[in-house]
């Protein structure tokens, strides 16, 4: 058996087990079922796109700045270190800032 061979048996399995799935059949359908998943009226929600937009602004309105794009860069960087906590301590008490848990068992933002 060749390579050309085994690459089309494993590309048919593959295929094969896509089509058995639940999931949507693509792009167009997983955007569409994620924007009306979420609740874009909630204030946590429109507060974290709020805080996205305002660090892409600052950064593109002072991208000259050195020393203020090295502490946006720690920042953010922080960020992403805690974030499996902040995941954490979200999951346990979405209730008090969510209308829905958006967090799974395993602390991550979905």
């Known amino acids: ?32 079922a994620f924007a009306h998943a979420v609740d874009w009226q909630e204030k946590w929600i429109v507060g974290l796109l709020a805080a996205h937009a305002m660090v892409f602004l600052l950064v ?6 050195t020393t203020f794009l090295s502490s946006v860069f720690l ?12 995941n954490k301590l979200a ?9 829905q848990n958006y967090f799974d068992d395993h602390w991550a933002f979905y």
């Not at 593109?60 to 700045?65: F, I, S």
């Not at 999951?91 to 209308?99: D, G, K, L, T, V």
């Open 1 to 32: 058996m060749d390579f050309q061979q085994i690459h089309d048996q494993v590309w048919q399995q593959v295929k094969e087990a896509l089509k058995n799935t639940n999931h949507t059949e693509g792009l167009w359908d997983n955007i569409q």
């Open 60 to 65: 593109l309105l002072l991208r000259r700045n």
């Open 75 to 86: 920042f953010l960087g922080s960020v992403v270190y805690f974030g499996e906590r902040i």
């Open 91 to 99: 999951s346990q008490h979405w209730q008090s800032f969510s209308a």
